[in-house]
C-alpha cells in the first residue's frame, strides 16, 4: 500500500514536471540572465530584440507542432521560407501593390505545403520523412533558380510593415516598443490554439495522431487531416518568410538553411511526443523561448556560438527522456 | 559621458594614450565575423588581429560569428542586435549577406553605434576595410620582375574574370609586369581551377617556349601551372608565383618548386577594424576604403603559413 502511493506520488511528480517542466526552465534562464547581465537582460530594448529573434523559430515551430500531432514531420519549412521570402521580395520590387505582394509570401507557402500533403495522400510516399526531404532540397534549388543565387533588396515599407514595424511604448523607456510581429505571433498562437481545442477538425488532427487506424475506422478523412495539417505548416513558413523579408528589406537564397531543425528542437523541448497526439501550443513558445533565450544569452556574454548548439542538443535529449521516464512510470508496475 | 571624455583625450594626449588609458575600459568594440576561426584559419587570425588590438589599447573587444558561418544571416542579425544591446561604441562587420544586414546595421547607426565593414561591404554607406587587390598583386609582379632579366617572356593565368577580385588581380598582375619591361606573351582565364589551369599553361608553353615566369592570379592555379612545367621539365626555367598563401602553397614554396605567393593579412584587417571604428568614436573622417595590404611568402616565412 505504501509502496503503491509512493510510486502514484512519483508518476504524478513526472506528469507535473513534463507539464510545467519548461516553464520552469524558461523561468531559470531568465533568473540566471538577469544575475549575470543585470543591467543589460532585462532591458525594454533587449527583451523587444528577443521577441524580434524568436519570431521566425515560433512561426515555424508552431507549424510543425501542428504535423509532430500526427506523428509527422516536415523538413522543408527553411525551404518554404526561403522561397516566399524570394518570391514575395521580387514580386514587390517589381512593382506589384502592396495587397497582392504580401499574399504571396503566405500563398506560396500553403502551395508548397500542399504539395507535401500530396505526396503523401496521393503518391502515397511511405513517410513525411522522405517527401520533405524532397522539398528540402528541391525548393532550395528553385530559390537558387529564381534568384540566381543573388540577394533581392528594396522590399518596400508598406510589406515590411509585419516583420520590421515598432508600435511605440514610451513607458517602457527610450527604445521601448514591442515588434509588430510579436502581436502576429500571438494572433497565430492564440488562433491554432482555438482551432486544434475547440473545432471538429483540430479534434481530429489529435485523434489522427493518436491512433490513425482507430481514427479511420471511427470515419475521419485521414487524408484531408494530412493535407490540412501540412498545408498549415507551409502557411506558418510562408508566413516566417513574410516577417523575414520584413526584418531585412530583402529576399536572399540562404534565408532559413537549417531552420526546420531549430523549429522541430523547438517542438521537443515543449513537450510534445513525437509520436503524436500530445503537446501544448503553449509549451511549445515556451520551447522557443527557450531556443531564443539561450541564444541571447550566449550573445551577451560573448560565449561561443557552438556553445548553442552543444546545450541545444543536450537539452532536447533532456526533454524527451523526460516524456520517457514518464511513459515507463505510466505502464505501471 | 564615454564619448565625451574620450575626443577630450584624445585631443591632449593622441591616439595610442588615450586607448591605454584606464578610463577606456569600460569601451566595448565588437567584430562580428560571418565565419568562426575554429572552421576557418581566415577568420582565426581576424579574431586574433583584433583581440591583440584590444588588449594592446586597454578596451574590450568581442569577436564573435554566428553558429551556422556563413549561412546563418538570422543568427548574425540577432548578434549585432545583442551587441547593440550590450552597449558596444562600435561594430566592424563581415556582413553574412550583403543587403539581409543592411536594416539592423543602419538600426545600429540610428542608435549610434559607429559601423565599419571587413572583408566585404554590405550595400550601403561605410568604410570598407579589406585587401585590395590590385596592389596586392602588384607586389606578386614585382617579385618576378626582381627575379627576371628585363625583356623575358611572361604570362598571367586569371581567375573567373567576370568576378571583381578575378579582374583586380588579373589587372595587378598584368600592369606590374609590363610596367618594369617584361614581356607579357599570354593571358589565359583557368577559373581558379587547377586543372584548367595545367591546361592553359600547357598552350602557353607550347607557344612560347622561351617564357620565364606566370604570375597566376590564386594558388590553385599557380600549383596547376607546376604540374604542367613538370611534365614539360621546364620547372627550372619557369618561376611562377600564386596568391593566397595556402598552406598547400607554403609547403610547395618550402619544396622550391613555388617560388613565391601573395597573402592577404587578416590579422591586420582584425586590428585594423577595431581601430577604425576607435576613430569614428572620436569624431575622425575615415576613407571609403582602406587597404590592409598584402605580404610576400617566400621561402624565408613560408614555415609560418603552413
Known amino acids: 500500500m505504501a509502496v503503491r502511493s509512493t510510486e502514484e506520488a512519483a508518476r504524478r511528480r513526472l506528469r507535473t514536471l513534463e507539464k510545467y517542466g519548461v516553464f520552469g526552465m524558461v523561468l531559470l534562464m531568465a533568473v540566471v540572465l538577469t544575475l549575470l547581465q543585470p543591467d543589460i537582460f532585462l532591458s525594454a530594448q533587449n527583451l523587444t530584440n528577443i521577441l524580434r529573434q524568436v519570431a521566425m523559430n515560433a512561426l515555424l515551430a508552431l507549424g510543425l ?32 501593390p502592396w495587397p497582392l505582394a504580401i499574399l504571396v509570401g503566405p500563398a506560396i507557402g500553403v502551395l508548397c505545403g500542399l504539395v507535401n500533403g500530396f505526396g503523401l495522400t496521393v503518391l502515397r510516399l511511405p513517410h513525411p520523412f522522405i517527401m520533405t526531404l524532397g522539398t528540402l532540397y528541391t525548393l532550395r534549388g528553385v530559390t537558387n533558380l529564381v534568384s540566381g543565387g543573388r540577394p533581392v533588396s528594396g522590399v518596400s515599407d508598406t510589406i515590411r510593415f509585419l516583420g520590421s514595424g515598432e508600435i511605440p511604448m514610451p513607458f517602457l523607456g527610450k527604445f521601448g516598443s514591442i515588434p509588430v510581429s510579436a502581436v502576429v505571433l500571438l494572433v497565430c498562437y492564440a488562433g491554432t490554439a482555438y482551432f486544434l481545442n475547440k473545432m471538429s477538425i483540430g479534434r481530429h488532427i489529435f485523434a489522427v495522431g493518436g491512433n490513425p487506424q482507430a481514427a479511420r475506422v471511427s470515419g475521419i478523412d485521414v487524408n484531408r487531416i494530412l493535407l490540412v495539417v501540412y498545408g498549415m505548416s507551409g502557411f506558418f513558413a510562408g508566413l ?35 509520436f503524436g497526439g500530445r503537446g501544448t501550443v503553449l509549451g511549445v513558445f515556451a520551447g522557443v523561448l527557450v531556443m531564443g533565450l539561450l541564444r541571447n544569452g550566449l550573445n551577451l556574454m560573448d560565449v561561443s556560438a557552438f556553445w548553442q548548439q552543444t546545450l541545444i542538443g543536450m537539452i532536447v535529449v533532456g526533454a524527451v527522456f523526460v516524456d520517457v521516464l514518464r511513459r515507463r512510470a505510466g505502464r505501471g508496475p | 559621458m564615454t564619448r565625451y571624455t574620450l575626443k577630450g583625450l584624445l585631443a591632449a ?9 584606464a578610463a577606456l575600459a569600460d569601451t566595448k568594440v565588437a567584430v562580428i565575423m560571418s565565419d568562426s576561426g575554429s572552421a576557418n584559419p581566415f577568420w582565426a587570425a581576424v579574431t586574433k588581429g583584433a583581440l591583440d588590438k584590444g588588449a594592446e589599447l586597454g578596451i574590450d573587444v568581442a569577436a564573435v560569428a554566428p553558429a551556422g558561418g556563413e549561412t546563418d544571416v538570422a543568427g548574425q542579425i540577432a548578434m549585432v542586435e545583442d551587441q547593440i544591446a550590450k552597449g558596444v561604441v562600435g561594430i566592424a562587420i563581415a556582413p553574412a549577406d550583403t543587403a539581409a544586414l543592411v536594416p539592423v546595421l543602419e538600426q545600429a547607426r540610428k542608435r549610434g553605434v559607429h559601423v565599419v565593414f571587413i ?31 628585363s625583356g623575358s617572356d611572361v604570362a598571367v593565368l586569371q581567375g573567373i574574370v567576370t568576378s571583381t577580385t578575378g579582374q583586380h588581380r588579373a589587372q595587378g598582375g598584368r600592369e606590374g609586369l609590363v610596367e618594369c619591361g617584361l614581356n607579357l606573351v599570354a593571358e589565359q582565364p583557368a577559373d581558379w581551377d587547377a586543372g584548367k589551369a595545367q591546361t592553359a599553361t600547357e598552350n602557353i608553353l607550347t607557344a612560347n617556349p622561351g617564357l620565364r615566369a606566370i604570375f597566376a592570379s590564386n594558388d590553385n592555379m599557380a600549383l596547376g601551372a607546376i604540374e604542367a612545367l613538370r611534365t614539360a621539365k621546364m620547372l627550372d626555367q619557369v618561376m611562377i608565383v600564386g596568391f593566397d598563401g595556402n598552406p598547400n602553397a607554403a609547403e610547395s614554396i618550402l619544396k622550391g618548386e613555388l617560388a613565391a605567393s601573395v597573402a592577404q593579412r587578416p590579422a591586420v584587417m582584425g586590428a585594423m577594424g577595431v581601430e577604425a571604428v576607435l576613430k569614428l568614436v572620436a569624431g575622425e573622417e575615415l576613407p571609403d576604403e582602406i587597404d590592409t595590404g598584402a605580404e610576400l611568402v617566400t621561402k624565408e616565412n613560408a614555415e609560418s603559413y603552413l
Request: charged share 10%.
Open chain 2, 13 to 21: 594626449t593622441g591616439l595610442a594614450a588615450a586607448f591605454t588609458g
Open chain 1, 240 to 274: 516566417a518568410g513574410l516577417l523575414m523579408a520584413g526584418r531585412t528589406g530583402a529576399g536572399f537564397p540562404n534565408a532559413g538553411i537549417g531552420a526546420e531543425l531549430d523549429a522541430i528542437a523547438a517542438v521537443i523541448i515543449g513537450g510534445a511526443s513525437f
Open chain 1, 65 to 96: 507542432y501542428v504535423v509532430i500531432l500526427t506523428a509527422g514531420i516536415d523538413l522543408s519549412v527553411g525551404s518554404i521560407m526561403a522561397l516566399s521570402t524570394m518570391l514575395l521580395a521580387m514580386a514587390d520590387v517589381a512593382g506589384w
Open chain 2, 119 to 149: 572583408d566585404k561591404r554590405a550595400d550601403m554607406p561605410g568604410t570598407y576595410i579589406g585587401t585590395n587587390n590590385i596592389p596586392a598583386a602588384r607586389i606578386g609582379a614585382q617579385h618576378i620582375c626582381d627575379s627576371v632579366e
